[in-house]
């Protein structure tokens, strides 16, 4: 097992001694994954800040290097074992329990919806509240497990954080919670997003048999809630020369519910002018992104966000919806499109023949993408941190 050496850090003399859950990390990297890597590595950094990660069923000192094998054999020992959710909790709060008791810890940071049974202080992360609004995108045993742990672990948190203000006020509204229990840090984004001149793109073009600034793409876990379908449609509403100079790259892990998306994407598929990648790897991802000539980002409910910023930060202007936490992070250098198919195909179409505008929105991008980075993520966590602990 690799794991990616942090800043240095030398154990035991840092003041803080937090416990962080990295469990989640058992699956190919998507947003709560790259905000764990992220607000970790600028979190050591921090003076007064000592880390040990629970990865699953052993603790670390390091944060692994890449994503770890774990859930896809536990989706099918799901399907003949009952009760494989409870049984793999037991193995793992075990375990956590082991190290705790070795470590000791003097906070726990759970950055995720169900946190370990732990003696002492801790804070959690919501990223979302996806269960609430469109429980229909999550598989009934997973919302299920959602819907029994999720209460509880707020009453139990110290504090909560969250990736935008959108999700701090639903955060309140739905479950009570008091604002000032509340600690709003954006995410941010690696340095590998990046704008890149036209050779440096030329690697990754000729793999994909692209021309760089001449693609579009949608970056997403194929699931109903990213809304994909509308990008289709709007895509195939182009004038068919656009189409044939500009495929559509669509970038993303498969998700629950794929086959929802299969009529559509098939057809698009058929023509040549849709590919579908599957998960990349994060710097082919990034060197992909950085020369396509715009992002499609239709999705209904977001908590933040993530590949908005990260093209935006690639010199990337984004079309996208005008939903949940995404005007909070794009601003105003987003194209804001709702659920037309003709509004979606206006702006794509508007991107790739005006090149003044395409030029404003990059710009503006860049300018928007500053405001947010991991350095100021770990500085609010980290304050959140102290004040947990007094």
């Given at each position: 097992?690799?794991?990616?050496?942090?800043?240095?850090?030398?154990?035991?003399?840092?003041?803080?001694?937090?416990?962080?859950?990295?469990?989640?990390?058992?699956?190919?990297?998507?947003?709560?994954?790259?905000?764990?890597?992220?607000?970790?590595?600028?979190?050591?950094?921090?003076?007064?800040?000592?880390?040990?990660?629970?990865?699953?069923?052993?603790?670390?000192?390091?944060?692994?290097?890449?994503?770890?094998?774990?859930?896809?054999?536990?989706?099918?020992?799901?399907?003949?074992?009952?009760?494989?959710?409870?049984?793999?909790?037991?193995?793992?709060?075990?375990?956590?329990?082991?190290?705790?008791?070795?470590?000791?810890?003097?906070?726990?940071?759970?950055?995720?919806?169900?946190?370990?049974?732990?003696?002492?202080?801790?804070?959690?992360?919501?990223?979302?509240?996806?269960?609430?609004?469109?429980?229909?995108?999550?598989?009934?045993?997973?919302?299920?497990?959602?819907?029994?742990?999720?209460?509880?672990?707020?009453?139990?948190?110290?504090?909560?954080?969250?990736?935008?203000?959108?999700?701090?006020?639903?955060?309140?509204?739905?479950?009570?919670?008091?604002?000032?229990?509340?600690?709003?840090?954006?995410?941010?984004?690696?340095?590998?997003?990046?704008?890149?001149?036209?050779?440096?793109?030329?690697?990754?073009?000729?793999?994909?048999?692209?021309?760089?600034?001449?693609?579009?793409?949608?970056?997403?876990?194929?699931?109903?809630?990213?809304?994909?379908?509308?990008?289709?449609?709007?895509?195939?509403?182009?004038?068919?020369?656009?189409?044939?100079?500009?495929?559509?790259?669509?970038?993303?892990?498969?998700?629950?519910?794929?086959?929802?998306?299969?009529?559509?994407?098939?057809?698009?598929?058929?023509?040549?002018?849709?590919?579908?990648?599957?998960?990349?790897?994060?710097?082919?991802?990034?060197?992909?992104?950085?020369?396509?000539?715009?992002?499609?980002?239709?999705?209904l409910y977001e908590g933040f966000g993530l590949p908005v910023l990260e093209a935006m930060a690639s010199g990337v202007p984004v079309i996208l919806s005008p939903r949940a936490s995404l005007p909070e992070v794009a601003g105003n250098a987003g194209t804001y499109a709702d659920q037309s198919a003709e509004d979606w195909r206006d702006a794509i179409q508007r991107l790739i023949e005006d090149d003044h505008e395409w030029q404003l929105k990059r710009d503006l991008g860049l300018q928007q993408a500053?405001?947010?980075?991991?350095?100021?993520?770990?500085?609010?966590?980290?304050?959140?941190?102290?004040?947990?602990?007094?």
């Amino acid at each position: 097992m690799a794991y990616l050496p942090l800043p240095a850090v030398q154990r035991g003399s840092l003041g803080v001694h937090i416990a962080l859950n990295t469990s989640i990390l058992r699956a190919p990297r998507t947003g709560i994954g790259q905000y764990i890597a992220g607000l970790s590595a600028e979190l050591a950094k921090l003076s007064g800040t000592q880390l040990s990660f629970f990865t699953g069923m052993r603790w670390a000192s390091q944060l692994p290097a890449n994503a770890q094998p774990g859930y896809s054999r536990l989706s099918a020992l799901a399907k003949c074992l009952p009760n494989a959710y409870e049984l793999r909790r037991c193995l793992q709060q075990g375990a956590f329990n082991r190290g705790v008791k070795n470590l000791r810890p003097a906070l726990y940071h759970e950055p995720s919806l169900w946190p370990f049974e732990f003696d002492g202080p801790m804070i959690m992360t919501l990223h979302d509240l996806t269960h609430v609004h469109y429980p229909h995108t999550q598989p009934a045993d997973r919302l299920a497990e959602i819907e029994r742990r999720v209460g509880p672990a707020l009453e139990r948190a110290q504090l909560i954080m969250t990736d935008s203000q959108f999700v701090a006020d639903e955060l309140s509204a739905h479950y009570s919670v008091a604002p000032e229990r509340i600690r709003v840090a954006h995410l941010g984004y690696a340095q590998r997003f990046r704008p890149r001149a036209t050779e440096q793109l030329q690697n990754v073009a000729s793999r994909f048999s692209l021309t760089p600034n001449q693609y579009l793409m949608c970056v997403g876990t194929l699931e109903p809630r990213k809304n994909l379908p509308l990008a289709l449609e709007a895509y195939n509403l182009l004038p068919e020369p656009i189409r044939q100079r500009f495929p559509l790259l669509i970038a993303g892990m498969a998700g629950w519910q794929q086959d929802s998306l299969s009529k559509p994407l098939q057809a698009a598929l058929k023509s040549g002018q849709v590919r579908l990648l599957g998960y990349l790897e994060d710097e082919e991802l990034a060197e992909l992104l950085a020369g396509a000539r715009t992002l499609l980002f239709p999705s209904l409910y977001e908590g933040f966000g993530l590949p908005v910023l990260e093209a935006m930060a690639s010199g990337v202007p984004v079309i996208l919806s005008p939903r949940a936490s995404l005007p909070e992070v794009a601003g105003n250098a987003g194209t804001y499109a709702d659920q037309s198919a003709e509004d979606w195909r206006d702006a794509i179409q508007r991107l790739i023949e005006d090149d003044h505008e395409w030029q404003l929105k990059r710009d503006l991008g860049l300018q928007q993408a500053q405001q947010f980075s991991w350095a100021n993520c770990a500085r609010i966590t980290a304050a959140a941190y102290r004040e947990t602990l007094g």
